[in-house]
């Protein structure tokens, strides 16, 4: 089992950056593909990007592609988020997730807590 607590959130305005960070404990980081989902209030949980367990292969959802970048530490066993370009509509909680499938937009098996992003306009 893999505990993980997210970081990095804040205010931000639109056109800012953030990055994000997962930070991963109790078992073996490298054996999990990694995930970024969000959750704006109203709406369901949303998937952002996914990466394999060497960080060398990416996927990610068609909103965020060219504005967020999404990379691994594995000796650090740290997850991480690069948000750029932030728009109003990113203003979510972002949680990250541990899974067995890559790439995979469902069918985690571990979570974070979540971390609050909001971008003012």
């Known amino acids: 089992q893999v505990q993980l607590v997210e970081s990095g959130g804040g205010l931000v305005q639109a056109g800012g950056s953030l990055r994000l960070s997962c930070a991963a404990s109790?078992?073996?980081?490298?054996?999990?593909?990694m995930g970024w989902f969000r959750q704006a209030p109203g709406r369901e949980r949303e998937f952002v990007a996914a990466?394999?367990?060497?960080?060398?292969?990416?996927y990610y959802a068609d909103s965020e592609k060219g504005r967020f970048t999404i990379s691994r530490d594995n000796a650090k066993n740290t997850l991480y988020l690069q948000m750029n370009s932030l728009k109003p509509e990113d203003t979510a909680v972002y949680y990250c997730?541990?899974?067995?499938?890559?790439?995979?937009?469902?069918?985690?098996?571990?979570w974070g807590q979540g971390t609050q992003v909001t971008v003012s306009s």
């Open positions: 990466i394999d367990w060497l960080g060398a292969s990416t």
């Open positions: 997730a541990a899974g067995s499938r890559f790439p995979s937009t469902k069918g985690y098996d571990y």
């Open positions: 109790g078992h073996i980081f490298s054996s999990y593909a």
